[in-house]
C-alpha cells in the first residue's frame, strides 16, 4: 500500500482560500474606534478597559471560530496555524495601541521605543490552536521604566483573556549574554520575528546576535540540539512506532522538523525552508517531502487542539478516530478507518526520519558534528577488507561508505549487500549510503527478489548472530525490507488499534527478533534460565529466525492472521533458500503461534487434558522448544511490563508438563505414583508430625490438590490448616511475595461458600488489585484452600507486603460484611466510567470437551473495575462450584476462564442451562454488544 493510497480526498488541503483576511480574523480598526468611541463618551479607568477586554476578547473567539471552520473547509493545517498566527499578531497590536494610547503614552515620541518579537514556535509565524504565545520585550536599555509599564499592562491583558504567554523583557545587552548561558534562550532568539515597535533596535538585536553568537558556535549548537533531541525522544518514547505518538515531541514529529531547520538555520544561515535546496541540502524533490510532512503533522495537531480545547499533543486512542474521520479517512483491505490514518502517519514520522539522515550526513560533511555510533554496534574491522573493496564499498571513520558512485546500479544485489557487509563488520552506514539507497529503491525489482545470493545475504542478517534488530531496522528505514519482502512493506507503519499492543507491527516484528537475538547471546541468563537453556539445544535455529520475523506478517488482512502468515511463509521460504520440510515448520510455528499463550494463560495447567491437547498439536519436542522461544520473543516485543514473572512460570510449567507427556509419560498409572510421590515429599518436610496426624491431614487434600500445588505451597498449607483441626473462628489469611514471578499470593482458607471466590474479587477490586491467577481447593472436611495471585505493584517486599495486608483486612471486611462491596465497586466503575474508542463484543463459550471433569466457561470482553466480581457473583448465583479460575486482560480486553461443575460435581450438559448461564453472564457486560458463541465455541485467540 502506497502512501497515495492512504491519503483520502478530505485530507488532501485544498490550498486556494485558505489564508484568511486579517480583517476577517481580527478587524483591529473596528475594534479601535469602538473604543475611541467609549473613551469619547467619558468612559475611561476600569471600565473603559473592562470594555476594552470584552472587545478583545470577541475578537479573538470570532478569529479562532473562522480558523477552525477554514481548517475545515479546506484542509490545511499549515493555512490554519498560519491563520491562528495573524490572529494574535493582530490581537498583540492592538493591546499595544491600547496601552499607549489610553494607560500609557510615550513621554517623548521622538526616543527610541521597545519592541515587541515573537520567538519560538510563534517567532516561525505558525501557532497552534493550544499553544504558548513566545514573546520578547526587547527594550532600548535596561532602565526604561516607560516600556516596562506598558510591557506589564500588555500582559495583565493577555492574562485577563486567557492566554498562555512565555516572556521576556530584556535590552539588547541582555539578550546576548543570556543567549551564550542559555541554549534555549538561543533557539527562541534564533527564530526571533518582529511584531511592533522601533524596527530599528530589532534589527540592531539580530545582527548582533548573528554576528556575536551564531557565526562563532555552529558545532556547539549542533551537539546541543541532538542530545536535546535524544533526551526528548527519550521522554516521549523511544521507537517513532508508539501506537499512541506525541505529535510534537515525538520521535518523528513536528520538534524534529523544528529542530531540523534550527540547526540547518544556525550552520546554514537560510532564512525560511525553501532556502534549504539553495543551501544544497535537500533536493527539490526533499523539500516537497519536507512541506508535506510538516502540512500534515500541522493538520493533526491543529485538530488535536480544537478537539480537545487544550494544547494535547499524544494523539491517544480515543482522539484517533474522530480525526480520523474528520480528515476523512474510511476502512479498506481490511483496515479501518482509524487504522489507515495511523497508518499514514507513522509513514509521515519515517520521512521525517529519512530527512533527518540527510541533514545529518550534509552536518558531517562540514564536520559541524561528531560521527553517530549506533546502538549494539562495535566495530570489528581496523583495515579496508579485501571483501569490502571487491565489493565496491569502503570504510571511513567506522562508517561503510560507497566507494563509487554507481555502486548500488553497477550491482542490485549490493542493495542487500551493504546491510550485510554492516552486520558482519559491525560498522553503521554513512547516511550518504543509505539516501542513495532510498533514492535507487526502484533496483530492487522481482529479478533481485529470486536472486539466490540476495536471498541468502539476507537469511544471513536475519539469523546473525550480532545485531540483526538494528540491520533489519536500517533496512526498514531505507525501505528496503518492504520492497525485497513484500508481504513486510504491507505491514510496514500499520497499528493495531487497541491498548495492548505498544508499536506498529513492523516495529513489534523486529523487536521480537532483537529479542530472540538477545536470548541466543544469552543475554538474560538471570531473568529467562530455561528459555536460554532451550534457545542452546534447539537445532533448526534459522527456521526459527524466520518465523519470529514473520509471525505477525499477515496482520490487517481480512482473515485470520495465523493462518494467512503460514501461507505467506509457504510462498517466501524457499526464495529464502528454506527446505520443503524447513518452509513447513515455519508455516506450522505461525499458524500456531498464539496457542502457546492463549493455553498457557487461558487454562488449567493441572488438568491433564490441558496438556495431552497441548502436546497432541505439538507433536515433537523440536517444535515445542520453538514454538516456547517465539513465545517468549513475541510476549517481550508487545510493549514494555507487557511481560512478567507470573506469564513466564506458566508457560515454563506448559512447556515442562508437555514435555513429560511427549516424552512417554503421565499415564494412569504415573497419576498414581505422582500423587504418592508428592506426599512422601511432604511427609519429609513436616518430620514433626506423627505418621498418624500426616495420614489424617493428607485425607483432607483431593488427588487434584496433590497433582497441581508445588511443595513449598503444600507445607505452607499444612502449617495454615494445622491450627483448623478444632475450630475456625476467623478465616485465615496468609501473604506472600514473589518477586521472580512479579506476584503476590495471598492465601484465604474459610469455610467454604459458594460467594467466596466473588467477595475476594470484589475485595481485590476495591482496593485496586489485580488478580492473575487462582487455584481453588475445597477439603473434604468443606474448608477452602485458595491461593490468588496478584500483579506485584512495588519493588520493595516490605511495601508489597503491606499492600497485601490493606487486601487481607478488605477481605475480612467483607467476608464479616462489614462493607459493601457492590456500592463500592459501582462507585469506582462509575469513577472510571467514560467513553472509549475500542469495540470489544462481550462473549460467552461453554466447552465440554477442554476437560474430562469441568465445563469451562470462558467469558471476555470489555474490561473494567469489579467485572470479576460481577462474574464471580453471578457464576455463585446460578449455582456453579468454580474448580479454578484464570484471570487475562489483554489491554482493554478481559478474557477470564473458569472450570465449573455444578452443586453435584458434574458437567453442565443440558443446552438449556448452558444458554441461561451464557445469558446470564452476559448481563456482567451492560450497554455491549455481544458476539455469538455455541456452546462448544472456541474464543478468539489474543495476540
Sequence with gaps: MSLSDLVPPLEKPRRQATAIPLAQLFDRAKIGA????????????????????????AGLDSGRERAQEVLFASGGGLACATNLSKLEDELIRALYDFSVTYLYPAPDPNAPCLVVAAVGGYGRATLAPGSDIDLLFLLPSAEDAWGKHVTESMLYLLWDLKQKVGHSTRCVEECLVQSRRDMTIRTALLEARFILGDEKLFDDMCRRFDKEIVHRSPREFVVAKL??????????????????????????????????????????RVRQASDLVDAGLFTRREYRLFCRCEEFLWRVRCHLHFITGRAEEILSFDLQRPIAERLGYAGRGGLSGVERFMKHYFLIAKEVGDLTAVLSAALEERHAKPAAVLDRFHIRVRRQDKLIKEFGFLIENGRLKAGRPDVLDHDPVNMIRMFWLADRYGVALHPDLMHLAISRLHLIDSNLRDDPEANQLFLDVLSSRNSPEVVLRLMNEAGVLGRFIPPFGRIVAMMQFNMYHHYTVDEHLLRAVGYLADIDAQRHRDDLPLTNTIMASIEKRRVLCVAVFLHDIAKGRTEDHSIAGAAVARHLCPRLGLTPAE??????????????????????LADQRTIETFAARVQTIERLKMLFVLTVCDIQAVGPGVWNGWKGELLRTLFLETQIVLGGGHTKTERTERIQKAKAELRAQLPNWTDADFEAYAARHSQAYWLRVDLPRKIRHAQLLNQTEIDLPDPIIDIRTDAFRAVTEITLIAIDHPRLLAIVAGSCAATGANIVDAQIFTSNDGLAVDTFFISRTFERDEDEIRRGERIALAIEQALRGQIRLAEILAAKHAAAAKDTPFDVPAQVSIDNELSNRYTVIEVSGRDRPGLLYAITDILSQLNLNIASAHIVTFGEKAADVFYVTDLTGAKITTSGRRAAIRQKLLTAFPGQAATKAGAAGKSPAVA
Excluded: C
Design 583 to 604: 518452509t513447513e515448520t515455519v508455516a506450522w510455528l505461525i499458524e500456531n503461534h498464539l496457542v502457546m499463550s492463549d493455553t498457557a494463560q487461558r487454562r488449567d
Design 227 to 268: 542530545e536535546e533531541r535524544d533526551t526528548r525522544i527519550s521522554k516521549a518514547g523511544q521507537s517513532r512506532y508508539l501506537v499512541e505518538p506525541n505529535v510534537k515531541e515525538g520521535k518523528g514529529g513536528l520538534r524534529d522538523l523544528n529542530s531540523l531547520f534550527w540547526i540547518a538555520k544556525y550552520v546554514y
Design 34 to 57: 469602538e473604543i475611541a468611541k467609549a473613551h469619547a463618551e467619558g468612559l475611561a479607568g476600569d471600565a473603559l478597559r473592562r470594555q476594552a477586554l470584552e472587545l478583545f476578547r
